[in-house]
């Protein structure tokens, strides 16, 4: 079972900075795609910026040119380095990845996994 845990968030500024962390653990494979989501109160989940294996990387329009997605393959982790911050910016940040882990006597599947969310409030 792999497990993905954020860390970084926090209350901050309109204007200020914060550094998002997403570590993940169990018998892993390979990760293809990792993200960052976010939730605000009443609003649906969205996708704020998303990195693939070799790098390529895509954001919420909204973002672009304030928030910066990296991963570290060595490590498994994925970052998302936010700065500029709005209030609208206020959410639960959910880190998310996809891959292949390993399963008893050699076997392999495909995995799905969220973490549980780490809350950024800015203020104004």
């Known amino acids: 079972q792999v497990q993905l845990v954020e860390s970084g968030g926090g209350l901050v500024q309109a204007g200020g900075s914060l550094r998002l962390s997403c570590a993940t653990s169990?018998?892993?494979?390979?990760?293809?795609?990792m993200g960052w989501y976010r939730q605000a109160p009443g609003k649906q989940r969205e996708l704020v910026a998303a990195?693939?294996?070799?790098?390529?990387?895509n954001y919420l329009e909204s973002v672009k040119g304030r928030f910066t997605i990296s991963r570290d393959n060595a490590k498994k982790m994925v970052y998302l380095q936010m700065s500029s911050l709005k209030p609208e910016d206020t959410a639960v940040y959910y880190c998310?990845?996809?891959?292949?882990?390993?399963?008893?006597?050699?076997?392999?599947?495909?995995?799905?996994?969220w973490g549980r969310g780490t809350q950024v409030t800015v203020s104004s």
């Open positions: 169990g018998s892993i494979v390979s990760i293809n795609a």
């Open positions: 990195i693939t294996s070799s790098g390529s990387t």
């Open positions: 998310h990845a996809d891959g292949t882990t390993y399963v008893n006597f050699g076997g392999r599947r495909p995995f799905d996994s």
